[in-house]
């Protein structure tokens, strides 16, 4: 059984300095594309879920997806996780769906009732042996629903707050804003993240894994083809990735990554499209997008150290 929860994931990530990918999951490409990579490089694996991927592609299809993915990939430990849940009901429907993981994103709520919902969520996912993902502070961007602030500068998690979050909430990881940002238009000139949040939260609650949100690179060839072939997305930046490689030896454990997903398969549908003009199988278009994101991923894997640490996550 591939099915797990992140715990010994999180353990491993601290003890040898490297972060968990986290891949957001939308359709059977996307995520054939995020598997074939993992298998390939033995990684662990958190495939998360947002409500508008469920939205978009139904509770039931999705959850079949991703049933394929655990039974035929008994090597690789693989933990479901709901990507930022907005309400007890919300990650208490998907506790009862069987996922191993939830994110209780209440950090728009003032500090103490960030704690109440958080509590509740603990509460009702411990007693299923489900983990939790609180967040503290607040990111910038926008991601589905998800709408973040301006200056990520001026919202950054407060590390003494961050000591009484979890020890009141009882969370398993929490989603610290450390300078990043949601979305492919995060920043207009090249950000610095605050590593000293990051080191001072980590002094003050050793062993304790940390969550990177918005952590996409927006690399530079995806969106170089997408304006090629037609596109439009002038001032697209992200995350450096010696930035998310230095957080992932740090406490980091939990990488999350989707816009650097949805970047791989538009570009290579774009230059498909742009190329063969008289294409109109879905299939000569959308398995490339397959493997461009397979490629994308393994890079990742790689930026995060995560190769070849399946097998010690088990
Ligand atoms: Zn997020």
């Keep these: 059984m591939a099915l797990v929860g992140t715990k010994k994931m999180f353990e491993m990530a601290l003890k040898g300095g490297y972060a968990i990918g986290a891949f957001n999951v939308n359709n059977m490409e996307i995520t054939q594309g995020i598997v074939s990579a993992v298998v390939e490089e033995k990684s662990p694996l958190i495939l998360q879920v947002s409500r508008g991927a469920r939205k978009y592609a139904g509770i039931s299809y999705l959850n079949a997806i991703i049933n394929v993915v655990v039974s035929e990939n ?89 000591v009484e979050f979890v020890e009141r909430s009882g969370c398993d990881s929490l989603a610290v804003a450390c300078g990043t940002s949601h979305g492919a238009y995060k920043f207009k000139i090249e950000p610095k993240l605050a590593f000293d949040v990051i080191e001072k939260i980590a002094e003050k609650l050793p062993g304790f894994p940390l969550v990177m949100h918005g952590s996409s690179s927006v690399l530079r060839e995806f969106v170089d083809l997408i304006n090629k072939y037609g596109g439009d997305m002038p001032d697209a930046m992200g995350v450096p990735e010696e930035a998310i490689g230095k957080a992932a030896k740090m406490a980091i454990c939990k990488v999350n990554i989707d816009t650097d997903l949805r970047l791989a398969v538009t570009a290579k549908i774009r230059q498909i499209l742009a190329e063969r003009p008289s294409e109109f199988d879905p299939r000569k278009y959308l398995g490339p997008g397959r493997e461009a994101i397979k490629d994308m991923v393994k890079h990742k894997l790689d930026v995060l150290g995560c190769s070849g640490k399946a097998a010690e996550c088990m």
């Design 74 to 162: 008994p090597d690789i430990p693989i933990a479901t996780h709901l990507d930022h849940g907005d309400t007890f009901e919300t990650c208490k429907q998907f506790v009862d769906d069987g996922f191993t993981s939830v994110m209780i994103d209440a950090s728009k709520l003032p500090f103490e009732e960030n704690i109440t919902v958080t509590k509740k969520v603990v509460e009702y996912a411990h007693a299923r042996d489900v983990v939790v993902e609180a967040e503290l502070g607040q990111l910038g961007g926008i991601e589905e629903d998800v709408v973040g602030v301006e200056d990520v500068g001026k919202h950054l998690t407060e590390p003494d707050q961050a």
